[in-house]
């Protein structure tokens, strides 16, 4: 049974087909229409005008305001979140201080300290009852498995003095980091999050872009924390 929505339409003379009814359906959902949608119904008013009793002009001049109107706070909010995210980026020369020093973001890949070990964090997208970070060699071999317990969704951290479970030195690495969560029983989706020094920075489509070994090319909008 056609809704009310596609009553109106219909009487418009604008069809939905079956290609675009998931999508205007999910529109209804949001009571929103965008800038396409204002012009559509528009264009189907102007076709569908009773010639003896066209529509006022007063009228057409008012909805022609609301559609411009609408264009413009539309390309207001596209120009303010394009000046949000740059805002909330490093500039170039702010990453370029980085060289050098070490940057905590989501990487496998860590190497030791001066004084040994890492240091690093885990990202859990919700809760979990048990959270364990494992420690591997390049090779793959288990050095260390660190227990976390129960954490809230969130970030939660980590400190490993660079010893074995069986007590001896791990060595500089490089470390292998993993994450394994779960929620009684169910596995929680977890991301490590590992300190990597910069070696280099390039600028790439307006952003700049760190190098960091073991890792790769990192945005700097994804850097945690400069130490």
């Known amino acids: 049974m056609a809704s009310s929505f596609d009553t109106t339409l219909a009487n418009l003379g604008v069809n939905r087909t079956a290609t675009n009814t998931a999508e205007m359906t999910t529109r209804a959902a949001q009571q929103t229409l965008n800038q396409t949608d204002f012009l559509q119904l528009m264009t189907a008013q102007l076709k569908n005008q009773d010639p003896f009793e066209p529509v006022d002009n007063t009228q057409m001049v008012a909805q022609m305001a609301q559609f411009s109107s609408l264009a413009g706070i539309t390309e207001m909010s596209s120009t303010l979140k394009a000046i949000a995210d740059r805002l909330g980026a490093p500039d170039m020369n702010q990453a370029l201080g980085w060289v050098g020093r070490t940057v905590l973001t989501e990487g496998d890949v860590a190497f030791a300290r001066a004084s040994g070990g890492i240091e690093g964090g885990v990202v859990l997208d919700a809760a979990a009852t048990d959270v364990s970070v494992t420690i591997t060699s390049a090779e793959g071999a288990v050095l260390k498995t660190i227990a976390l317990g129960p954490q809230t969704a969130g970030t939660a951290s980590f400190d490993w003095d660079g010893t074995t479970d069986a007590g001896e030195a791990a060595g500089n690495g490089p470390f292998r980091v993993a994450v394994t969560a779960r929620n009684a029983g169910e596995a929680v ?37 400069v130490g």
């Open 189 to 225: 989706a977890a991301r490590p999050l590992v300190w990597a020094p910069v070696t280099a920075v390039a600028l790439e489509g307006g952003e700049p872009v760190l190098t960091l070994p073991g890792i790769g090319q990192v945005k700097s909008s994804a850097v945690r924390s």
